[in-house]
Nanobody, 120 residues
């Protein structure tokens, strides 16, 4: 399974972007999901998570500005980012726990990353 992440780009501070992440092939279900980011010269950090039950959690730095969601029909996970700040500039990675077939094992996959640049 490969995850296709998209939606990154260049935006001015205060603007919005929506990132998407979807498996390239057919799967049975997405369970837990998350978004991470890695700024230049920094380690990858966790940004947002959503459990299969719908509970969400966010890093303090993005709380109130970012929202993680899923379209189960499309097997697509989103990260809505509002009021973007220059410090949000990073490559964003999705991380999905996927069950490829019914009754199969859950496995975790990483997306390839999508770059977000916020100008001041």
């Amino acid at each position: 399974v490969q995850l296709q992440a998209s939606g990154g780009g260049l935006v001015q501070a205060g603007g919005s972007l929506t990132l998407s992440c979807a498996p390239s092939g057919s799967i049975f279900s997405i369970n837990n999901m998350g978004w991470y980011r890695q700024a230049p010269g920094s380690q990858r950090e966790w940004v947002a998570a959503r459990t299969s039950g719908g509970a969400t959690n966010y890093a303090d730095s993005v709380k109130g500005r970012f929202a993680i969601s899923i379209d189960n029909a499309m097997n697509t996970v989103y990260l809505q980012m509002n009021n973007l700040k220059p410090e949000d500039t990073a490559v964003y990675y999705c991380n999905l726990e996927v069950r490829v077939v019914a009754g199969g094992r859950k496995r975790t996959y990483w997306g390839q990353g999508t770059k977000v640049t916020v100008s001041s």
